[in-house]
């Protein structure tokens, strides 16, 4: 059973920081694609950020700059540092991922329960 475990939430002011973790436990055979999502109650959940296995990455336009995504392949983490938080980066964060499982079982995506981030003064 795979299963990803994020932690790092919390209630920041505006202009602060916060380090969301995810880590990926479990039998597979290796991981993808990570990245980060966030979905606000009414929306969508959006993409934030992705980072390959190789390390390229991705970010949505509203963090850019100020948001960084990494991650670590031996221990099966993704981290994302966020700075200068706004309140409109209230939200709560998923973790997510691209797990090749094995031949047999083939690929498939997993997502975190969620961790709340308030940015609020």
């Known amino acids: 059973q795979v299963q990803l475990v994020e932690s790092g939430g919390g209630l920041v002011q505006p202009g602060g920081s916060l380090r969301l973790s995810c880590a990926a436990s479990g039998s597979f055979f290796s991981i993808n694609a990570m990245g980060w999502y966030r979905q606000v109650p009414g929306n969508q959940r959006e993409l934030v950020a992705t980072?390959?296995?190789?390390?390229?990455?991705n970010y949505a336009d509203s963090v850019k700059g100020r948001f960084t995504i990494s991650r670590d392949n031996a221990n099966n983490t993704v981290d994302l540092q966020m700075n200068s938080l706004k309140p409109e980066d209230t939200a709560v964060y998923y973790c997510?991922?691209?797990?090749?499982?094995?031949?047999?079982?083939?690929?498939?995506?997993?997502w975190g329960q969620g961790t709340q981030v308030t940015v609020s003064s």
């Open positions: 980072i390959t296995i190789s390390g390229s990455t």
């Open positions: 997510n991922a691209d797990i090749y499982l094995s031949y047999y079982y083939g690929r498939r995506y997993y």
